[in-house]
T-cell receptor, first 117, second 110 residues
Framework: DTGVSQNPRHKITKRGQNVTFRCDPISEHNRLYWYRQTLGQGPEFLTYFQNEAQLEKSRLLSDRFSAERPKGSFSTLEIQRTEQGDSAMYLC???????????????FGAGSRLTVL | GIQVEQSPPDLILQEGANSTLRCNFSDSVNNLQWFHQNPWGQLINLFYIPSGTKQNGRLSATTVATERYSLLYISSSQTTDSGVYFCAVEPLWNTDKLIFGTGTRLQVFP
């Protein structure tokens, strides 16, 4: 297992275009998270899935953002009609909560950096 | 919501020096993780430490959950330790997601 994989690593787009990012989690992990990180800030939670169910969405996730995890494996994050304020690093993480200890250790991918011109 | 504050915000060290990074959180937590974000943006998990003390090589961490703080110790720092260190907590009242702190930017010079 090579860890959490994200594609593309970099995306430059013009304002108004749609973009899609993909995340492939660690195979045995049932939880998948999306975070956004802007320059100089810590990552901010956007949404997460347990298997294919999207269990929580942050208020940061406007109507232009949609995330899916159709078969409980990989996930996509789509941003429609991009704005310059969407420029950020989009981070994906996955985890498997330990049933005995309750530990939920998140492992992050390398991120997808979006620049909106 | 829970507040997670880290100090100092910036730290400059010469190679070989030791340092202590602090993370304060405003409410009870289920879990706590320390991460190192390298210059390429990759978040590397250093410790999962909701309580107690752990050590991994030159790094160690201590969390005192009852007093709502955690410390990360870096001994004999190396230039490769440079980057941003984040603590992140899973609030007791809202499990399943991590809330990140403000980060400590560390620069280690030879």
């Amino acid at each position: 297992d090579t860890g959490v994989s994200q594609n593309p690593r970099h995306k430059i787009t013009k304002r108004g275009q749609n973009v899609t990012f993909r995340c492939d989690p660690i195979s045995e992990h049932n939880r998948l998270y999306w975070y956004r990180q802007t320059l100089g800030q810590g990552p901010e939670f956007l949404t997460y899935f347990q298997n294919e169910a999207q269990l929580e969405k942050s208020r940061l996730l406007s109507d232009r953002f949609s995330a899916e995890r159709p078969k409980g494996s990989f996930s996509t994050l789509e941003i429609q009609r991009t704005e310059q304020g969407d420029s950020a690093m989009y981070l994906c993480a996955s985890s498997l909560r330990d049933r005995v200890s309750g530990a939920n250790v998140l492992t992050f991918g390398a991120g997808s950096r979006l620049t909106v011109l | 919501g829970i507040q997670v504050e880290q100090s100092p915000p910036d730290l400059i060290l010469q190679e070989g020096a030791n340092s202590t990074l602090r993370c304060n959180f405003s409410d009870s937590v289920n879990n706590l993780q320390w991460f190192h974000q390298n210059p390429w943006g990759q978040l590397i998990n250093l410790f999962y430490i909701p309580s107690g003390t752990k050590q991994n090589g030159r790094l160690s961490a201590t969390t005192v959950a009852t007093e709502r703080y955690s410390l990360l110790y870096i001994s004999s720092s190396q230039t490769t330790d440079s980057g941003v260190y984040f603590c992140a907590v899973e609030p007791l009242w809202n499990t399943d997601k991590l809330i990140f702190g403000t980060g400590t930017r560390l620069q280690v010079f030879p």
